[in-house]
């Protein structure tokens, strides 16, 4: 019976705590101290989806509230972790699957979590630049950002 209820605890406290890793993802300290338990526990799940591959939650990963800031920052540097993750080619795949408008901001994101972010752990900030870490990423997103969209076709006829 103490068995029970010792997994019982331990299970639940596990579940009802905020965490600042999910799959090895760090989470800085900014967006996860300004985080309910419920908005850490959605963005662990994005992160978890989309390190398998899921351009849905990529999206949602995108538009996830950050704050301002360093909590955007931060929001940067679990995207460039991704990427890093996944691969620059595998990361790509997703994105180019998804449409256009539900890409604003991920440039900026990704810029500022490289810049900022401490990507390889050595404890300061990494100062990377899109250009040299992920050339590919960017010409996609260059590319995407200059497709026509139906609308813009409309209002030039």
């Not at 950050?66 to 679990?78: K, Q, R, T, V, W």
């Not at 691969?87 to 699957?97: A, I």
């Not at 752990?121 to 010409?139: I, R």
């Amino acid at each position: 019976m103490k068995q029970i209820v010792l997994i019982l605890v331990i299970g639940i406290n596990f579940t009802s705590c905020k965490q600042s890793k999910v799959n090895g993802i760090t989470i800085g300290n900014t967006l996860y101290e300004n985080q309910t338990l419920e908005e850490n526990q959605e963005l662990r799940k994005l992160v978890r989806q989309t390190l398998n591959k899921d351009q849905n939650a990529l999206v949602k990963l995108n538009d996830f509230w950050c704050g301002e800031g360093a909590g955007c920052y931060d929001l940067g540097f679990i995207l460039t972790q991704i990427v890093y993750r996944l691969g620059e080619n595998d990361f790509n795949t997703m994105l180019k699957k998804i449409d256009t408008k539900h890409l604003v901001g991920l440039e900026s994101l990704i810029k500022v979590g490289l810049e900022y972010g401490d990507n390889n752990q050595d404890g300061k900030m990494d100062n990377n630049k899109f250009e040299t870490e992920f050339p590919e990423l960017l010409n996609i997103l260059n590319t995407k950002k200059q497709e026509k969209k139906p609308n813009d076709i409309l209002l030039q006829n």
